[in-house]
């Protein structure tokens, strides 16, 4: 897998650099596009049940699965970039969150924050441990900081697909569900909202956002669990 993870770092790289005041989420789509096929992978995205682009861009108060299009981005706006790739048969998965321009006190916390929480989740993904040991390290770091965790939203195993067993919510109980071994590839992957947990989806049928209308960020990394510890395999 450390192609295609190899690859979707060096695509959120290359997009977190294109981010500023001015530019359409669509022209960041198409740099990624290019730079997938120029490594000889494939967008996982794209077509993945009716899809229509290679990333997830979503601002403000979209949550995930946000569509690129025309929107300009402004100072101020929270980018979360979802990105996927096939190759050689293998998938890799990761998201990042970024402020154009200097942002609010609250944003910028919601992205400490939410990074906290996916290095904290990460840390569990070790032998021995079990799936919701990743979910309440994530739910602890979220609410001991007044926001709130998606739920409607799950990380997930990857491997030869893009969504395998087993689920990971980024809340619950500690001591439950699959236990953790190695060999096994996790996207683990916090959804934080700046106010409420709840989401509803737009008339597009794919963009999630707050009910409340406050901001959202999203982290991701494909994870191998090893006998010496987790490996991200989507960290440059």
Not at 32 to 49: C, D, L, M
Not at 116 to 121: P, S
């Amino acid at each position: 897998m450390a192609c295609a993870c190899r690859i979707v770092a060096e695509t959120l790289d290359l997009i977190e650099g294109m981010i500023e005041r001015g530019i359409q989420t669509r022209e960041l789509d198409l740099a990624a596009e290019a730079h997938i096929e120029g490594r000889g992978a494939r967008p996982a995205f794209k077509g993945y049940r009716g899809y229509p682009a290679t990333l997830c861009i979503s601002v403000n108060d979209q949550v995930v699965h946000g569509i690129p299009g025309p929107l300009r981005l402004k100072e101020g706006d929270l980018v979360s970039v979802d990105v996927g790739v096939v190759c050689d048969g293998f998938y890799g998965d990761a998201a990042g969150s970024y402020l154009v321009g200097q942002g609010t006190d609250e944003t910028r916390r919601l992205l400490q924050v939410t990074r906290d929480a996916l290095e904290v989740g990460i840390g569990e993904a070790v032998p021995g441990k079990r799936v919701s040991d990743i979910s309440h390290a994530i739910q602890t770091v979220v609410e001991s900081n007044g926001f709130s965790v998606v739920r409607d939203f799950v990380g997930h195993g990857i491997g030869r697909s893009l969504h395998e067993d087993p689920q990971i919510p980024n809340y619950g109980d500690p001591g439950k569900g699959a236990l953790l071994k190695p060999g096994m590839t996790l996207a683990i992957e916090p959804m934080v909202n700046a106010g409420g947990s709840g989401v509803r989806i737009l008339a597009d049928r794919w963009t999630a956002v707050t009910l409340d209308g406050r901001a959202s960020a999203h982290f991701e990394h494909t994870v191998a669990v090893t006998e010496n510890g987790p490996r991200i395999l989507t960290r440059v």
